[in-house]
């Protein structure tokens, strides 16, 4: 299921792409933006957007409505003030009668990487230099959620002397393939007969029963048609 789903995709987004180079009308976008990760909540607390973007080919189907194929790739850095605000050492520090608690989290980034097969439309009577769309579409997410290492270092103090203690917990993490489907609108700025800039928001959700990933991506871009 999840193989034929990413071969379904791909293969329309290779056709967007050849009908673009061999046709009048169509158009390609270079795209890039923030990503405001949204579920599970260790995605959603514990990470933040650090680059990605994406590369998205459209062939029209009629004066309103755009077929388009998109890539993306994403890359998250851990949060490191969003773990230690998940792990209360103050609280940790109280309940176990030590003098201080400190935790130094680490991770691998994360990753999310989705090839999608989605719809614009467009509203003619609101066209013009600035010009509002749909969109929505179905595709096929990697979402790569790396392991969160979270030695933690107690100090308990007895007859005047200080003695460390350090325990290694985990924040688990794991890899999935699933597909997801998105929607969300965006504007059209006209720059000249063949460029465009756009701005676009959207939310992205997981169809898996595993991590049910979802996130919201922010982005802006230049559109060319050809």
Do not use: C
Not at 15 to 41: C, F, K, R, T
Not at 67 to 77: A, N, P, V
Not at 206 to 221: A, D
């Amino acid at each position: 299921m999840k193989r034929s789903g990413v071969l379904l995709v791909t293969l329309l987004l290779a056709v967007s792409i050849g009908y673009a180079q061999q046709n009048d009308g169509v158009e390609v976008s270079l795209s890039s933006g923030y990503v405001l990760p949204s579920s599970p909540m260790t995605f959603s607390n514990y990470w933040t957007m650090q680059y990605g973007g994406g590369l998205s080919a459209g062939m029209p189907l009629s004066s309103t409505i755009t077929l388009i194929g998109t890539f993306e790739h994403y890359q998250f850095k851990l949060n490191k003030e969003g773990v230690n605000d998940g792990f209360d050492t103050n609280y940790m520090r109280d309940i176990w009668i030590f003098n201080r608690v400190t935790m130094d989290p680490s991770a691998d980034p994360s990753t999310v990487t989705s090839v999608s097969a989605n719809l614009r439309f467009a509203p003619t009577g609101l066209s013009g230099v600035l010009s509002p769309y749909f969109v929505g579409g179905l595709g096929v997410m990697r979402f790569s959620l790396s392991e969160i290492s979270l030695p933690t270092t107690s100090v308990l103090s007895i007859g005047g002397s200080e003695i460390s203690m350090t325990a290694q917990q985990t924040v688990t993490g794991g890899v999935e393939t699933a597909a997801f489907f998105q929607y969300g609108m965006g504007f059209d700025v006209r720059l000249t007969g063949s460029f465009d800039m756009f701005v676009e928001a959207r939310y992205a959700s997981g169809l898996n029963k595993g991590l049910r990933t979802s996130y919201v991506p922010i982005t802006g871009g230049i559109k060319m048609r050809l």
